[in-house]
């Protein structure tokens, strides 16, 4: 006969499901966050120089195909760090979708506004206005996915990181209406980076070693 989980019992065993979720996100995602938190930010702030220093500013966005290396790398760390991991839960396959899903509607995203930008039948004196939608756009899906994180491990420092992108999206606005310029995206993206991922991996990373 199938025991019966009290309410009590029930809390307790989703209680011990997110606390062994954010274990394994300590053992493992930190780090990996950490990596691609350094690699936009080194991109991001390499397209900036790139922009003051080229005659041809449309040569510096080449920078990001950087990004295609950097992420297979980073495959390869997300791949090794998950077999250190001790228990798999349902929580860990959720925060694993959220940044899959996450992935797929980057790609998607950056096919869509270069292809609008390049076949645009109305305009071309303006297409570059979808190209510069890029960086904000990416910082939201991004604060979306630290979002959904923060509420599957319940870790308050991701939550500040979405607050960071979602913050950084707006500034990305504000640019354009009062500069006048996008160069300066660049710079909000890699703090941002730094920000809502770095600073809160290195925090994951230390409570880690304070829990072993």
């Known amino acids: 006969m199938d025991k019966k989980f009290t309410e009590q019992e029930s809390l307790a065993v989703i209680g011990e499901m997110i606390d062994r979720a954010r274990n394994n996100v300590q053992k493992g995602s930190a780090n990996s966050l950490i990596y691609y938190g350094y690699a936009v930010a080194l991109v991001a702030m390499l397209n900036y120089i790139l922009l003051q220093a080229l005659d041809d500013k449309n040569m510096s966005f080449a920078v990001w195909y950087l990004m295609i290396p950097l992420a297979i790398a980073g495959h390869f760390l ?8 001790i228990v798999k839960t349902h929580i860990d396959g959720i925060i694993a979708c959220i940044w ?6 980057i790609i998607a995203l950056i096919i869509i ?7 645009d039948p109305y305009t ?3 297409s570059w206005i979808y190209l510069s939608l890029i960086t904000p756009m990416v910082m939201i899906m991004t604060a979306m996915a630290e979002f959904g994180m923060a509420k599957a491990c319940r870790y308050r420092p991701f939550y500040w990181g979405a ?4 913050t950084g999206a707006l500034l990305c606005l504000l640019s354009y209406v009062v500069l ?3 160069d300066v995206q660049f710079i909000i993206l890699a703090v941002c980076m730094i920000a809502g991922f770095v600073i809160p991996g290195y925090s994951l990373n230390k409570k880690a070693k304070q829990n072993v």
């Open 113 to 119: 506004l270069f292809s609008m930008a390049y076949f």
């Open 100 to 105: 899959k899903g996450f992935s797929v509607s």
């Open 163 to 166: 607050i960071f992108f979602w």
């Open 124 to 126: 071309t004196e303006h």
């Open 78 to 85: 997300k791949r090794k760090l998950d077999r250190s991991a």
């Open 180 to 182: 006048k310029k996008g």
